[in-house]
């Protein structure tokens, strides 16, 4: 694909585009692997911007290049403390336009930015999206599993505690989208393994890419796939639940621990939510324990 330069993307606006750029802040999503994957507004975004944040300059001046962008980088990662994030308030105060961008996909999912949002939308500066490209949205839709109703929690718990509570924590059935390290897949997909409530896996890697790829299976079957499986670059996980049958002594916990903190009537509806039982089959026995 040839690139395109700025008076191309200018002209665009010019003569195309009804869209504004009022002064601001704009989320703009990049692509997560095919520099294709990235909207005319996004690249009209970047044009206009007086500077554009990221995450690592190097990445950033690589798709900057292809479409023949310059512009001044500033450096923001607002998990290690505030490394420009006053920088950025203080151009923004001035009345410049400034574009965040991550390395890859929408800024803020499970990268930095929403401090910065916070901070903007308290002094009532103006901000607002460019979406685009979601690595955890395309693998969900390449998954096969019922995407009707899904969570997303982020990086896969590393430590085996935190794996137990947070599986512990889903039920019923539902789908449930990770990110996961090449490094702990197979760590991950053994604790996965161990518990009954997983349905099924998918595991998609090298998303919008020449060699993109996705398995599915239940853990262990997929397990078994990953000598043909190329570990490389940022996994997405995504998991089925499946509904368990629950025995009265089970029912009777999950009434027990809400009835601590609350009355019957908060804590029924609690477990409602939690096991998907009726009231009629939750009230009397929450009277009985209270």
Same mark, same amino acid.
């Given at each position: 694909m ?6 191309s ?11 504004k750029?009022?002064?601001?802040l704009?989320l703009?999503a990049t ?7 990235? +909207? ?18 190097r ?10 962008i ?13 490394p +420009?994030?006053? #920088?950025?308030?203080t ?7 400034? %574009? ?9 999912i499970?990268?930095p930015?929403?401090?910065?949002? #916070?901070?903007?939308?308290?002094e009532n ?13 395309? %693998? ?35 789908? =449930?989208?990770?990110? !996961? ?5 197979? #760590? ?6 161990n518990?009954?409530?997983?349905q099924?896996?998918a595991?998609?890697?090298?998303l ?5 790829? =996705?398995?599915?299976g239940?853990?262990s079957?997929?397990?078994d796939?990953? !000598?043909?499986?190329?570990?490389k670059?940022?996994? =997405? ?6 509904a368990?049958e ?6 009777? %916990?999950?009434?027990?621990r809400?009835?601590?903190n ?8 609690? =477990?409602m939510?939690?096991?998907g ?14």
């Amino acid at each position: 694909m040839p690139s395109f330069d700025k008076e191309s993307i200018e002209n665009f606006i010019d003569s195309g585009s009804k869209c504004k750029y009022p002064l601001g802040l704009y989320l703009v999503a990049t692509p997560i692997g095919n520099l294709e994957d990235i +909207t005319l507004r996004a690249l009209s975004t970047l044009a206009k911007a007086d500077f554009i944040a990221c995450e690592d300059t190097r990445v950033t001046k690589k798709l900057l290049s292809h479409y023949g962008i310059h512009k001044p980088l500033l450096i923001y990662n607002d998990a290690k403390g505030d490394p +420009t994030g006053g #920088q950025i308030m203080t151009h923004l105060r001035e009345g410049k336009r400034i %574009a965040l961008v991550s390395d890859a996909g929408m800024p803020l999912i499970s990268d930095p930015g929403y401090k910065l949002v #916070q901070d903007v939308i308290a002094e009532n500066i103006y901000v607002t999206c460019i979406p685009g490209p979601s690595a955890g949205l395309a %693998a969900l839709l390449l998954s096969g599993l019922p995407s009707d109703r899904f969570s997303f929690q982020g990086f896969f718990p590393r430590k085996e505690k935190e794996t137990q509570n947070l599986l512990s924590s889903l039920q019923g059935e539902q789908t =449930v989208i990770f990110y !996961e390290s090449p490094k702990r897949l197979e #760590q991950t997909l053994k604790r996965l393994d161990n518990f009954k409530s997983i349905q099924s896996v998918a595991v998609a890697r090298e998303l919008t890419k020449n060699f993109e790829q =996705v398995i599915r299976g239940t853990p262990s079957e997929i397990l078994d796939q990953l !000598e043909s499986f190329p570990l490389k670059g940022e996994l =997405v996980l995504i998991l089925r639940t499946k509904a368990q049958e629950l025995t009265q002594d089970d029912i009777d %916990a999950h009434l027990i621990r809400a009835l601590e903190n609350q009355g019957v009537k908060g804590a029924v509806q609690d =477990v409602m939510a939690l096991t998907g039982l009726s009231k009629k089959q939750l009230y009397q026995r929450a009277l009985d324990l209270k």
